[in-house]
Each structure stands twice: as C-alpha cells, then as structure tokens.
C-alpha cells in the first residue's frame, strides 16, 4: 500500500506539498496538484485517518450518548442528527446507555478520549443530571439537546413544553370546553413538569375551574393512564376535555373512553404530545390529535450548534429553542 512518502517520491515533490493537495490547502500550483492527484489516483492512496486528525488537529467525528438507539419516537430526531453531520462531511458515533448511567459515564470518557471532537447528549430526567454536567465538564465543545439544565456552560437545543402545553389547554378551551383534566408524563422529568405548568397556567389565565381532581398523575405509559381514567368514569365524574402530557397516556385515556362508550371528540376532546405511537398493537385508535415535536430540525440544530463550536464561530453559550405544532387530526377539531 503506497504510503505519503510513496507519492511524494513519485511525484517529485516534498510530502509537505502533497499533504498540502490530500487537506485541500493553498500553496499548491495547478500542475502540481493535478500531478499529485493523478499520483494518489493511480495508486489507490487512502489517507490514515489518524494521522490526519493529528495534523488537523481534528477528527471530523462526533459523539452522541443517549438511552434508546430503538425507540420509534426518536428516529426523526436520530435522522436529523445523521442529516446535520453528514451535510458537513462529519462521521458520528451513536452511543445507547439504556438508562444505565455507568454506561453512559464510560461512553463520555470513551468520546472524550480524542476520537470525537465534541459531544451530543440527550435527555431531559432529572437522573441525567450527573451525565449533564459530566459532558459539559469533560468536553469545551458539547451540546444538550432537551435538557435545561441550570449552572451547566454549554450550549443547549429546547423545545418550549410549557407553550406546547399552554397552546394544547388553550385549544379545547376556545372550543367551549368546561370541565378539563390534564393526565401528566413522567414527573421525573424536566418535559413533565414544564407542560403540567402550561396546563396550569393557561386555566389559571382563562379563569377556568381548577381543583386536585384536575390532574391524574400516569407517568409515561399507557396502561396507568388507562386505569386512572377508567377509574375516573367509573366513579361517574366525566370531564369533557383532556389534555395529556405525552401521547402514550393519552392513548390511555383514549382506550377508557372507547370503552366507557363515550365520544370522542363529542363527548371527549383530547389532545396529546410527542406525535407518538400507542403501547397497544392490536387495537385500531381514531387518529390523536397531539402537540407534534420537530426532532429532525432539532437534531439537525444540534449538530449546527456543535460545529459552530468546534470551529470557534460562538463564544457564549447559545441556547436554541423550538416550538411544537398543534396537529388537528380525529380525537379533536
């Protein structure tokens, strides 16, 4: 296999000037390069990836820990993240710590090693809090997609819960709805509490009715949510409205409807969030309407961001925030 040495011998030429011609950099007359590269061609010359990266002093790769590689929900975000690096010719390195925060402490380290040149980490449970401020404090170019957390120098991508939620309660109450619950996501959250205060906030402003009986608390899945609901009906209290802090407990509430035999959306208008997929497979829903997130763009922003800050273009941390978009679909008009 021919080596730099190889080409530049053949060439004619000092190895300074081909490594010139292999990292694209001026100082190169047109014969030249054309002579080099008709060499490296001919050749089948590969450049050492490594030995690059140390003249570089870069190694056009990026790291990204977070939980679920799996998960159906985050393959929009996944893709946005792919998208972004490869649009800047960078290769990146998926990391799945599967809630196990050793692993995904061994996995900063691992990236931070010198095989990356920066780190995106994903999340928003308050568990995560020592992955956060580990990231921040073992790589100067790293970024946060979701979480917001307070201290941390590092630059962050969000998604504004509190509007979503506030812009979902605010819907079915311009709808003429009167008695609205909100069934929460998982309270270990950031996401969680941020969209329980939207709820809060846009009943408390529009003087609606607004007691303990307001809020069901189902975590995160299906199944909870169901049995509070169902729970609810069976007691005869029937709220006309709902609004679930992620859609697999409104699909939940959705299923304890159906088989209370109430309508939806006569009845009961719901609204979601997240634009996710229900738990159960073997029932056909009525299409949710939901706060739908925009996790390609903000995987792609991710990426954006990340690159501004191993090229230098920022210097204070930047946070970037999105909003979810209000998808109208069966469940309410």
């Known amino acids: 296999m021919a080596t730099i040495s190889d080409i530049a011998k053949q060439a004619n030429v000092s190895r300074t000037l081909v490594s010139r011609v292999l990292n694209n950099k ?77 692993a995904k402490l061994k996995y900063v380290d691992y990236l931070t090693s010198g095989c990356t040149d920066g780190i995106i980490a994903y999340g928003s449970c308050f568990d995560d809090e020592e992955l956060f401020r580990y990231v921040a404090a073992k790589s100067a170019s790293s970024v946060l997609i979701e979480s917001n957390l307070s201290g941390v120098n590092t630059d962050k991508i969000l998604l504004d819960n509190f509007r979503g939620a506030y812009t979902a309660t605010e819907h079915l109450i311009k709808q003429g709805r009167k008695n609205i619950v909100h069934v929460t996501c998982d309270m270990n959250y950031d996401v969680g509490l941020e969209r329980l205060n939207g709820f809060v906030c846009a009943m408390h402003d529009y003087r609606m009715p607004l007691g303990p009986d307001s809020i069901l608390y189902a975590d995160h899945f299906e199944e909870i949510a169901y049995q509070q609901m169902k729970k609810r009906l069976a007691q005869g209290e029937r709220p006309d409205a709902c609004f679930a802090g992620a859609d697999k407990p409104a699909y939940g509430v959705l299923r304890a409807a159906l088989e209370t035999g109430i309508s939806v959306p006569g009845d009961l208008s719901l609204i979601g969030f997240d634009d996710d997929v229900p738990d159960s497979k073997d029932m056909l829903f009525p299409a949710l309407s939901t706060m739908r997130q925009p996790l390609y763009e903000m995987g792609h922003a991710g990426v954006e961001l990340l690159l501004a800050r191993i090229n230098g273009t920022e210097s204070e941390p930047v946070t970037r925030t999105f909003e979810a978009e209000l998808i109208l679909r069966e469940t309410c008009r």
């Open 26 to 102: 001026p100082g190169v007359s047109p014969e030249n390069r054309k002579k080099i590269l008709e060499i490296i061609e001919e050749n089948h010359y590969v450049p050492n990836g490594l030995a690059k990266s140390l003249v570089l002093q870069k190694t056009g790769t990026i790291g990204v820990v977070m939980d679920d590689l799996c998960n159906d929900f985050f393959f929009q975000l996944i893709r946005g993240l792919q998208d972004g690096a490869e649009a800047h010719d960078y290769n990146i390195l998926f990391c799945s710590g599967r809630k196990d925060m050793a």
